[in-house]
């Protein structure tokens, strides 16, 4: 079985600093692509970054320049730095990995069960 959890969420003040971390563990062979998407109340959820198992990265605008994504493959771990904090940041922060696992098949999708992260003004 194979399991995706998440950590650091909490309440930052604007213009303050928060680190996610993402691990999956269980019986995994390999991860491809892992990323961050976030939920507003009331709206979409939405993809904020993503890294290859080779370290490309893609962003999505409103936080290009504020939020860098990185991996340790060798813990199958995902983080997000998030720096510039702003209230529109605020939401459920999920971490989902492209994962094969030792029972064979294809990769497919895993989600972790999200993180609140709140930004007051």
């Known amino acids: 079985q194979v399991q995706v959890v998440e950590s650091g969420g909490g309440l930052v003040q604007a213009g303050g600093s928060l680190r996610l971390s993402c691990a999956a563990s269980?019986?995994?062979?390999?991860?491809?692509?892992m990323g961050w998407y976030r939920q507003a109340p009331g709206k979409q959820r939405e993809l904020v970054a993503t890294?290859?198992?080779?370290?490309?990265?893609t962003y999505v605008d409103s936080v290009k320049g504020r939020f860098t994504i990185s991996r340790d493959n060798a813990k199958n771990t995902v983080y997000l730095q998030m720096n510039s904090l702003k209230p529109e940041d605020t939401a459920v922060y999920y971490c989902?990995?492209?994962?094969?696992?030792?029972?064979?098949?294809?990769?497919?999708?895993?989600w972790g069960q999200g993180t609140q992260v709140t930004v007051s003004s």
């Open positions: 269980g019986s995994i062979f390999s991860i491809n692509a």
């Open positions: 890294i290859t198992s080779g370290g490309s990265t």
């Open positions: 989902n990995a492209d994962i094969q696992s030792m029972r064979g098949g294809p990769a497919r999708p895993r």
